[in-house]
């Protein structure tokens, strides 16, 4: 846990002296122990002041973290001119709030110039390695400073969707009581991932993908104005690789760039999507399989199925499976698709999605995936139909809303001679005992008698079905 303070009215964060670790003052390299060649060629770093410093610098993402709303780049729908979050943090009364958003959009750095701007004692906690007890210690000094008749503080716990329920429930009385204001950040959503207590006391922030852009600016700012990079000859010729493989998280997008420059050491840089691939090793994409991402991209796979267009499918399950998705997964959502959204439009739909899961689990990948391609593509051009899946709902909502009606004397079972003198199975006719094994007879309860629950769907296979009974039927049904 870090506690921040300000030494001055518009000084920057700083660390508690006593909350210093000690082990990093420990770490100290012994310049004797350095390489004797390295010596040789470059100096010894701790003769050669520059050579230190620049050894010690912190990364290009930390050292580019604005220090006030107006370097903030991006989320002006929350911290623009006039937008409702700058509004309340320059009137000095913020709620209880959480940032929600996908990495490097920066939800942290916000949170660090709030704390700047209120002037308040600020307390930082990651959800990762923190807990209960580190909770309460927080609140108790907070508590302190309000009997002390003190600012009090602000407690920002970064992911704070991995904290458990009793985690969670540690923070409610502090800021239900207002001894605390809570700023959490989460890549999650917090309606599934935040009680909902501590949900309602909150007030929740959407942080947006930072636009092109942005991230161009950020890009550029970097270049004038970081100690090290303004000493270079830098030119960005082409940037679509830079932004791909940043994902649009600034942070990433910062170290990559940093990575680049110093691999590419010359006198001129000129950066091209050739130099960035070339000299950037690392997966492009952005996949979570735990995480929100995760069912973004499976919602979008299945609809991309569901709205027959065979190009989002394929891409869609790329994205998947180059993030390392279960190739079991993919084929298992095709086999509800098939059965959800084909149905008896196609009934060989569920035949080559069953026979595609089977096949998956037997080959496993990489050749997986061209069998999970090419039923992808299928079930994409396939003709459509929900009418089972949406009979069977509307069936259970019937049961629901009727509760368990008698079954008719003339359907039930009759094993024994009491039953069959009672009249169970009596009038029950026998299909196949007529003439095109169909006669006419009730097969619902009274209460629900003639009630229609399977529509068909208007495509080549189902439209037969409803010629059929419709004849069958007549107007008992209505087709």
Request: with cysteine.
């Amino acid at each position: 846990m870090l506690l921040f303070y300000q030494e001055k009215s518009n000084g920057p964060l700083r660390p508690r002296a006593d909350e210093v670790s000690l082990s990093a003052q420990n770490k100290v390299h012994n310049p004797t122990n350095i390489n004797k060649q390295h010596n040789s060629q470059l100096g010894n770093p701790f003769n050669n002041p520059e050579i230190y410093h620049m050894n010690n610098l912190p990364p290009l993402a930390e050292r580019m973290r604005p220090k006030s709303l107006d370097d903030y780049v991006g989320q002006k729908h929350l911290v623009g001119p006039g937008a409702v979050l700058r509004k309340a943090i320059e009137s000095g009364n913020i709620p209880s709030m959480l940032f929600w958003g996908p990495p490097g959009v920066g939800k942290t750095t916000l949170a660090f110039i709030i704390s700047q701007n209120l002037k308040r004692p600020f307390f930082s906690l990651s959800a990762i390695n923190s807990g209960v007890k580190d909770v309460r210690e927080v609140i108790e000094k907070a508590t302190l400073l309000k009997q002390g008749g003190q600012t009090l503080p602000v407690l920002f716990i970064d992911e704070i969707h991995r904290f458990s329920k009793s985690q969670q429930d540690s923070l409610l009385g502090a800021v239900e009581r207002g001894i605390v204001t809570l700023i959490g950040a989460t890549t999650e959503n917090p309606s599934f991932e935040v009680i909902s207590a501590l949900l309602s006391r909150c007030q929740v922030y959407i942080l947006q993908h930072l636009h092109e852009d942005d991230l161009l600016n950020l890009l550029n700012k970097a270049m004038q104005e970081d100690e090290v990079l303004r000493q270079k000859n830098i030119t960005i010729e082409e940037h679509e690789a830079l932004l791909r493989l940043s994902g649009g998280d600034a942070r990433k997008l910062l170290n990559i760039f940093e990575l680049l420059i110093n691999a590419m050491d010359a006198p001129e840089i000129v950066v091209t999507n050739e130099a960035v691939l070339e000299n950037v090793q690392q997966n492009i994409a952005l996949y979570d399989k735990t995480g929100e991402q995760h069912y973004d991209i499976i919602s979008a796979f299945i609809k991309s199925m569901r709205g027959s267009d065979p190009n989002g499918a394929v891409y869609w399950m790329a994205r998947m499976l180059v993030g390392g998705e279960d190739p079991s997964f993919i084929a298992r959502r095709m086999l509800i698709l098939a059965s959800e959204d084909i149905g008896n439009a196609n009934p060989n739909a569920l035949l080559l999605a069953q026979s595609c899961f089977e096949a998956v689990r037997v080959i496993g990948m990489p050749e997986a995936r061209i069998i999970l391609s090419q039923t992808a593509v299928y079930l994409a051009t396939s003709a459509k139909s929900n009418a089972s899946y949406m009979a069977i709902d509307t069936a259970m909502a019937l049961v629901k809303q009727t509760g368990d009606l008698p079954v008719p004397l003339h359907l039930r079972n009759a094993p024994t001679k009491l039953m069959k003198n009672i009249g169970y199975g009596k009038d029950y006719k026998y299909a196949h005992s007529y003439e095109g094994s169909f006669t006419d007879q009730d097969f619902l309860p009274d209460a629900v008698k003639g009630t229609k629950l399977y529509e068909p769907g208007s495509n080549a296979r189902e439209n037969e079905a409803r010629e059929k009974l419709k004849k069958l039927w007549g107007d008992r049904y209505k087709y």
